[in-house]
Structures are given as structure tokens and as C-alpha cells.
């Protein structure tokens, strides 16, 4: 991997600060029939789409089972807001009446857009859910598909996360006190808040390529502690609520697990919560580290990014390095790994916990 934070240059963004930004999204316009989808959130999600031969693998599945048995699932939580943004800008400019002709609400900032968007370009019929619940939104598509894959409703299921970069998030998070002015260092004894970023993850999940060895979402967990609207529970205790019913639904230990995927964020309050929930479960036996210093935090991708990461490092017997954190605090007490190292993982916890206590842990390896 090689980091992928850089200084902001959004010229309506007037605050130092770093961002994970994807590089080549606006010359990638959306055309044909697709046209009323373009924004940037979209294009993202069609970039990530065609990676690796996933739309190619989605539509094998498609001829498989029809396409009234595969599942979409997606979290986000800035949607196309980036386009509205545009609106408004060329409307205070230009003296427009209104915010023009070319606002596209339900195809650009809706949270359905992501969706529709993807349903469209896939060719999928069968039940579809965009989940926003702040940082924990791409997590939750998984445990959405998990569910729904149990219950019959759809025999795969296409999941995931898209978010991409707008003034609204960065000035939100400024007002807040939470972006730090040098590159996001999770644990570190200096850490001072997060780094915006931007990225999109899909997944597939089949109930009849599950075998013996694949690659597979073992569990997951969800919790709402309500402590605080922006601040996590200071004992970490919905994170702990979370983890321990992942475990549940996985049928597995602590003990089980060989590797833990930090949601670390970076900033002093949520990185201090998450450990005290991580040694609270697992004590300092499993090795913990966070990847946000890499990507920057995704926001409503983060869960589904991360998850993907974690998946990688099962099939690569890689423990990703924590980027950034050269001094880790001696307050917290997860054995972090600061650099990357390769041994065998067989199963992963991957945390995502977002604003207002929506708390959500998978367990991702292999089935």
C-alpha cells in the first residue's frame, strides 16, 4: 500500500487539513443512459464497480440465480452531495434564479442516487437498502445482506460503501474541532483528529460460493448506545456490545480472532473509547491496527472499506502497519502493530463505530 493523504486543495474548503482524495474522478463523467446519475459519489461507485472484474462476476451471478435474487445493500453519508454543492455555488455566482436545471436531486444527492445508480448499472431486481448511519454505514450493509441473505430474500447480495469528499463534511468536522492540520496518527501520544477521505468497496456475497476456505463474512454485531450525539461512550461500552455479539453470531471466541481492524480515527476521545472496549473483550493477546492513516476516514464507506482491507489481509497473511503513529500513547494499552508484518490470519474483527453511538463489528475470514 502507499498513502494516499495529501493536503486539501478544494478551493470552498479554507481550513489546513489533509484528505484521501481519488485521483482521475473528474474526467470519468457518466454517460448514455447513466447520464442523469453523474456526480461525483456515482462515478466513484462506477470506478469501484469495474475493478478487479466485479461487475463481471456480479452479472455470472445475475445469469445464475435472475436478477430478482440478487440483494444491493450500500451505506453512505454524503451521498452526491458534492453536486448540490456545485448548485449552490453557481447560483451565488451567476445570480441564477434557483439552484438551475441541473440540481438532479433524486440522481445525484439522494441517498436512493447511490443506489438506483448501482441497481441500473448492474442490472439487479431484487431488494435494495442505502443505510446512513453515519460511520458505521458500509459495516451495516454487510450485517443488512447478512440478514437478508438468512432470511431468503435474495440468494446473493451486492454490498458495499461510497462516499466521497465535500465542503459540507470537512467544514462539519472543522466546526467540531476534529480535523487534525498534519496526517490522521491513530494511537499515537500526539493525535489530534481525523483526516477526511474518500473511497468506495463492493462485495459479493453468495450463499452458494460459500464453501470451505472462501473467503466470507462470519458474523457481525450492531449496537446504539446513544451516549452522546458526536462523542463515543467514554467506557467504550456499545463498541463492547458489538464486538461480543459479532463473536456471538460467529460462533467464535475471543480467542479465535488474529487480528483486530481498528476503527482508530485518530482523535483523542474515540481512539481512547476503542481501546478500552478492545482490551475490555480481548485483553492485549490479539494484534490491533488502524488504516485510516493510509486512506484517510472514509465516513459511510469506512465499514465496507475496511472490511475489504480485512478480507485482503486473510488472503495475503498480511497485518497492515498504523501509518503516521511513530510514539504510541502509553495511555492506551491494544498491541498496536506500527508496521506491517506477514503472518497467517484466518479471522479478523473489523470495527466501525459511528456519531450518536451507532456501533457495528464484523468478523471477516475464512468460512
Not at 18 to 43: E, H, I, M, T, Y
Not at 165 to 191: E, K, N, Q, V
Not at 269 to 290: H, I, K, Y
Not at 349 to 355: L, Q, Y
Request: hydrophobic share 40%.
Amino acid at each position: 500500500m502507499r498513502p494516499a493523504l495529501r493536503p486539501v486543495d478544494m478551493d470552498d474548503v479554507p481550513v489546513p487539513c489533509w484528505v484521501g482524495r481519488v485521483d482521475g474522478l473528474d474526467d470519468r463523467p457518466l454517460d448514455g443512459s447513466l447520464a442523469p446519475f453523474d456526480c461525483r459519489n456515482n462515478r466513484l461507485a462506477a470506478q469501484a464497480l469495474e475493478a478487479d472484474g466485479f461487475a463481471g462476476q456480479v452479472l455470472a451471478t445475475r445469469e445464475r440465480l435472475g436478477a430478482a435474487r440478487i440483494g444491493l445493500f450500500i451505506g453512505t453519508s454524503t451521498s452526491g452531495i458534492r453536486h448540490t454543492e456545485h448548485c449552490y455555488r453557481h447560483h451565488f455566482e451567476h445570480g441564477t434564479p434557483g439552484l438551475g436545471a441541473d440540481l438532479r436531486f433524486a440522481t445525484t444527492h439522494a441517498y436512493v442516487s447511490v443506489a438506483d445508480f448501482c441497481r441500473r448499472r448492474l442490472g439487479l431486481g431484487g431488494p435494495g437498502m442505502v443505510i446512513s448511519t453515519a460511520c458505521s454505514s458500509g459495516a451495516k450493509a454487510f450485517a443488512a445482506a447478512h440478514r437478508a441473505l438468512a432470511a431468503g430474500l435474495c440468494g446473493a447480495a451486492v454490498v458495499g460503501g461510497v462516499d466521497t469528499l465535500c465542503a459540507t463534511t470537512l467544514m462539519g468536522f472543522h466546526a467540531l474541532g476534529l480535523l487534525s492540520l498534519t496526517p490522521c496518527a491513530p494511537w499515537s501520544r500526539g493525535r489530534s483528529g481525523i483526516s477526511i477521505g474518500e473511497g468506495a468497496a463492493f462485495a459479493l456475497l453468495d450463499l452458494a460460493q460459500d464453501g470451505d476456505g472462501d473467503l466470507a463474512l462470519l458474523g457481525y454485531g450492531e449496537s446504539g448506545d446513544a451516549y452522546h450525539i458526536t462523542a463515543p461512550h467514554p467506557e467504550g461500552a456499545g463498541a463492547v456490545q458489538a464486538m461480543r455479539a459479532a463473536l456471538g453470531t460467529a460462533g467464535l471466541a475471543a480467542g479465535d480472532i488474529d487480528y483486530i481492524n481498528l476503527h482508530g480515527t485518530g482523535t483523542p476521545a474515540n481512539d481512547r473509547s476503542e481501546d478500552l472496549a478492545v482490551t475490555t473483550l480481548f485483553g492485549g493477546a490479539v494484534p490491533v491496527s488502524a488504516t485510516k492513516g493510509w486512506t484517510g476516514h472514509t465516513l459511510g464507506a469506512a465499514g465496507a472499506v475496511e472490511a475489504v482491507l480485512s478480507l485482503l489481509c486473510v488472503k495475503a497473511g498480511l497485518l497492515p502497519g498504523t501509518l503516521n503513529t511513530d510514539a504510541v500513547d502509553p495511555d492506551l494499552a491494544a498491541p498496536l502493530v506500527r508496521r506491517s508484518d506477514h503472518r497467517k490470519i484466518d479471522c479478523v474483527v473489523s470495527n466501525a463505530f459511528g456519531f450518536a453511538g451507532n456501533n457495528c463489528a464484523l468478523v471477516l475470514g475464512r468460512s
